[in-house]
């Protein structure tokens, strides 16, 4: 059974920076997309940023410019840089893998707070 493992979250002050990491336990046959959810409280679980196998990128408006998704090579660990971080980016952060299957994967949510 695939678990992705997801760490670097925490606190941090409006303006200040943080990096998730995402880790398969093990290989995944054929992944097509990793990415990057988040959930505020009482609201549904949102696109943050996703990286298809090919390399080509998605991000939610609101983290346009300031978030950047990246991959290793072997497409098993996927990474959220979050810079000028906001308020309004506290939430749960979920890594998702999607791959031939079709199969699909979560991570069991890391918090990102943003606060001063």
């Known amino acids: 059974q695939v678990q992705l493992v997801e760490s670097g979250g925490g606190s941090v002050q409006p303006g200040g920076s943080l990096r998730l990491s995402c880790a398969a336990t093990?290989?995944?046959?054929?992944?097509?997309?990793m990415a990057w959810y988040r959930q505020f409280p009482g609201k549904q679980r949102e696109l943050v940023a996703r990286?298809?196998?090919?390399?080509?990128?998605d991000y939610a408006d609101s983290v346009k410019g300031r978030f950047t998704i990246s991959r290793n090579k072997r497409f098993d660990t996927v990474y959220l840089q979050m810079n000028t971080m906001r308020p309004e980016d506290t939430a749960i952060y979920y890594c998702n893998s999607v791959g031939a299957g079709p199969t699909e994967y979560w991570g069991q949510g890391t918090q990102v707070t943003v606060s001063s």
């Open positions: 990286i298809r196998a090919n390399g080509d990128t």
């Open positions: 093990r290989s995944i046959f054929s992944v097509y997309a």
